[in-house]
């Protein structure tokens, strides 16, 4: 099945400071979705960025799919930008079904 | 805004013990993802579900079953409950807006069996 590899699996930034998470997939996708886990659990989608780029405030997101990766900048940090952030691809098109990578835990630190 | 509940937050069960995790969607979605959530690796997808009396196998059905007998619920089965199972539970459901799909997940819970 697919790879989908995310880096770096930690990051601690003061606050103010702008980050880039990278995301990288094994195979064509159809669908590539970026979500934030705050520290309580809580996953909430951010993006769904098959293709292009995509800014929401603070937040952008650009996938190159011809080279199989995406990347989530987060600028201006704030301490509630701490948690986890998953990239999650769809390889199968219309059945929804999400390949998760593992991660990248970013600590904001005031 | 849909909402997705888990009914219970955190459960601790016995090993050997039958384990109900109950999610409910306040929307009329066909669509619904049981995932378990493990340190380093990621949320992995265990059943999945496009309507009622539907379901279909995910990556890592092994040790569990699902039932939908209503639209709105999607119940996750431990038939025997083994420690190897102690997770993170995550429901989700996907919702279409304008065209583009999105997944809304439950709060999750947090299963440990003893």
């Known amino acids: 099945g697919i790879q989908v590899e995310q880096s770096p699996p930690d990051l601690i930034l003061q606050e103010g400071a702008n980050s880039t998470l990278r995301c990288n997939f094994s195979?064509?996708?159809?669908?590539l979705q970026w979500f934030h886990q705050n520290p309580w659990g809580q996953l909430i989608n951010l993006f769904y960025i098959p293709s292009g780029t995509k800014q929401n405030g603070r937040l952008s997101a650009t996938t190159v799919a011809t080279e199989r990766y995406s990347l989530l900048y987060i600028s201006s940090s704030q301490t509630t930008d701490s948690g986890v952030y998953f990239c999650?691809?769809?390889?199968?098109?219309?059945?929804?079904?999400?390949?998760f990578g593992t991660g990248t835990r970013l600590t904001i630190i005031p | 805004d849909v909402k997705v509940t888990q009914s219970s937050r955190y459960l601790v069960k016995r090993t050997g013990e039958k384990v109900f995790l109950e999610c409910v969607q306040d929307m009329d979605h066909e669509n619904m993802f049981w995932y378990r959530q493990d340190p380093g690796l990621g949320l992995r997808l265990i059943y999945f579900s496009y309507d009622v009396k539907m379901k279909e196998k995910g990556d890592i059905p092994e040790g569990y079953s699902v039932s939908r007998e209503k639209k709105e619920r999607f119940s996750l089965i431990l038939e025997s409950a083994s420690t190897n199972q102690t997770s993170m539970y995550l429901c989700?459901?996907?919702?279409?807006?304008?065209?583009?799909?999105?997944?809304?997940f439950g709060s999750g819970t947090r299963l440990t069996v003893v």
């Open positions: 989700a459901i996907t919702s279409r807006d304008r065209g583009v799909y999105g997944y809304t």
């Open positions: 999650a691809v769809e390889t199968n098109f219309g059945n929804e079904k999400l390949t």
């Open positions: 195979d064509s996708v159809n669908n």
